[in-house]
């Protein structure tokens, strides 16, 4: 199911939602019978209404998918470890975070932390030791701390990726004051692909504030191998945006970022897991381009994209296939809750052409039949009439078709 299925106009006119059940839709529901509910109850307006089951549903959507590809493409990477999902940068409510880790147990889904909150919220959520914690972010000692503690006694699978070069002293440095513990790493390449148009294409590029420049990655791991600390160094991780609205931006990162990968492994380091980031956009717009509130591509094909990125580099080397993560934060939350609010003010528009002329064919026609019970006299009074009436109408409508394309 993608957005425009959860949601649709029934016959009256209404937006409904259609919470989905099972592998079925479920009923259609009329959020204006929702608000004359909601305000029945003596409550006002605005509010926001979830619907949990949209939350599950783009969950299982984006593991189906990826599972689906993965098996078509014969990937040797195993299954989708789960989206990870950034709690309070995406939402902060503690409820979503519950649905999340609840509707995602089954698929492994992880979460990722981008802050100290957010890190503790997500300790607490994620029971399930086979799920991912990313930490992406700003880290000082007690955020560093606080992740070496989940994976010694919580036996969480809790990753640190690196973003600024003087992380990793700090990291190495309080592994050893924790009686040695081999930390869980990941490194963030500054990609040169940019996203183009949007809100946060900076987020990508050369001159982007996150991540790692090929030769500050190259001094991580001459640290790491001093330390003979690269076994500990898993996973790639890049971030070009959010709501990337062209498919060939999320190829083109997707294909350089498993060039970074590639060399990763030449190096030694013991690599294992890709994190594609964020940017699954969402077609808010309906207009399925890349206009950059819409997007050019379903979620196949963004999987698709991510799968043969991997499959095309990586074999030319005979490099195993990695685990993938994505951290679609917008794509997993952004239809499962809505903002009832009264109506502020009115604006009317000429109901569209194609309407107009359906509804003036269909008057012909019982017109015509109705004509047929008259007698010879009237029929013929009534039919001069009924026809100067649709000659005006019909005229009404090509000048509004001409208005429209002037
Ligand atoms: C590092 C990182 N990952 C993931 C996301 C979520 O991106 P999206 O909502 O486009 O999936 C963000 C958003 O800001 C981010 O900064």
């Known amino acids: 199911m ?101 509707y995602g147990k089954k698929y492994n889904h992880g979460l990722e932390a981008g802050s100290k909150a957010e890190l503790i919220a997500a300790i607490s ?26 994976v010694k006694m919580g036996g969480l699978k809790c990753y640190f990726v690196v973003e600024v070069p003087g992380e990793i002293n700090v990291i ?49 791991i001459d640290k790491l191998k001093e330390e003979e600390m690269l076994d500990c160094l898993h996973l790639l991780h890049y971030h070009i945006g959010s709501q990337i609205a062209n498919i060939s931006d999320i190829r083109a990162g997707a294909m350089e970022a498993c060039r970074v990968y590639e060399e990763l492994v030449k190096e030694g380091a013991n690599m ?37 990125s991997i499959i095309t580099v990586l074999d030319k080397n005979d490099i195993p296939h990695p685990t993938i993560i994505t951290e679609s934060g917008r794509a997993t939350v952004a239809y499962y809750s809505v903002l009832l609010f009264n109506v502020l003010d009115v604006s009317s528009f ?19 039949i109705s004509c047929r019970h008259m007698r010879w006299s009237h029929r013929k009074q009534y039919k001069s009439a009924v026809t100067t009436y649709f000659s005006i109408a019909t005229s009404h409508v090509s000048s509004l078709n001409t208005d429209r394309f002037r």
């Open 125 to 150: 959520m994620l029971h399930n030791r086979d799920a991912y914690l990313i930490c992406n972010g700003y880290k000082d000692e007690e955020f560093i701390d606080l992740g070496l503690n989940a």
């Open 2 to 102: 993608g957005g425009v299925d959860y949601f649709s106009i029934n016959d009256n006119g209404e937006v409904v939602v259609t919470p989905p059940m099972g592998d079925k839709g479920g009923p259609q529901i009329s959020l204006h019978e929702i608000a004359k509910e909601v305000e029945d109850r003596g409550l006002a307006m605005p509010v926001i209404l979830r619907i949990e089951n949209i939350l599950g549903s783009q969950i299982k959507l984006l593991h189906d998918t990826f599972n689906h590809v993965i098996k078509e493409t014969g990937y040797k990477g195993g299954s989708f470890k789960g989206g990870v999902f950034p709690p309070v940068k995406v939402n902060q409510q503690e409820k979503v975070l519950e649905s999340i880790t609840s």
């Open 272 to 308: 294992s897991i890709m994190d594609f980031g964020g940017g699954l956009a969402v077609d808010y717009d309906g207009s399925n381009t890349n206009y950059h509130s819409s997007r050019n591509y379903s979620i196949e094909e963004y999987c698709y994209d991510i799968v043969e």
């Open 350 to 368: 000429d109901p569209p052409i194609r309407s107009l002329r359906h509804s003036l064919n269909q008057q012909t026609i019982s017109l015509r």
């Open 172 to 220: 190495l440095q309080r592994a050893k004051q924790q009686g040695g513990v081999r930390p869980l790493l990941g490194l963030r390449t500054k990609l040169t692909t940019q996203a183009e148009g949007g809100q946060w294409s900076e987020s990508g590029g050369d001159n982007s504030v996150f991540g790692l420049t090929i030769s500050q990655m190259i001094d991580v």
